[in-house]
C-alpha cells in the first residue's frame, strides 16, 4: 500500500537548491579583505591549553562554547568585520573559541553577551548551564585580554581609504550585475515558461 506523504515530509526529504543572488556573496568578500591583511599568529600549545582549560574541555572532545555540540570550527567570539570594515579585533587565540556551525552563523557579528542572552537563544537551556556558559566567557575574556588594533592608525589613513575603496568599487560592481541578472533571469522564465505550455 502506498504511503500518504504529508506536504512537509515531502519539502523535507526532497530539498531544493535555493536561489542566490551575487549580492549574496558580498560578506564573504568582506571577509576575505579583511583576513588579507589580518596576522594570523598560530597559537603556542600552552595557550590553547590554558583555552580548553578555561572551557573545561579536552582536545578529543571540543565542544561548541555556546551551545555544547560537537565544535565544527574555531569562531571570532568579538567579530573582526563590522559594517563591511575590520573591527580592529585579531584572528588569533586570544579571539577565538570552539563554536558548531550553526552557532557560528547565527551569532554572526553580534556581541556574545547580548547573542547568548537574547531569548530565542536562551531559552533552550536551564538557567544554571546557561549562567555556567556565561561565566566560562567571561573568564576567557579576563584571560585573553582581547583589545582592537587601531589598523586605519597603522596603516595609514590614505592606504586606509585606497584599500577598501577597492572593496566598495567591487560591491557596486556585484550590485550592478545583480540587476542585469535580475533582467535576464525574467527573460530566460519568460521563454521556459512559453516553451513548456
Known sequence: MDKIWADEELRRAFRMPRA???TFRTSTITNAFVSAILPFP????SEIGEVLNIFEMNPEDLRCVYCGEVATEWEHLYPIVRRRR?????SSIRNLVPSCRSCN???????WRKWISSGAFSARFKQEDLKKRISHLEKYEAWAKCRPMPLEEIIGQETYKEYFGKLENIVNQMKEAQRIAEILKSKIAGAVSTDSS
Do not use: D
Not at 105 to 111: A, D, L, P, S, V
Open 20 to 22: 542566490r543572488t551575487i
Open 105 to 111: 552563523q547565527k551569532k554572526r557579528g553580534e556581541e
Open 42 to 45: 598560530q597559537p603556542k600549545p
Open 86 to 90: 575590520p573591527t580592529g579585533y585579531p
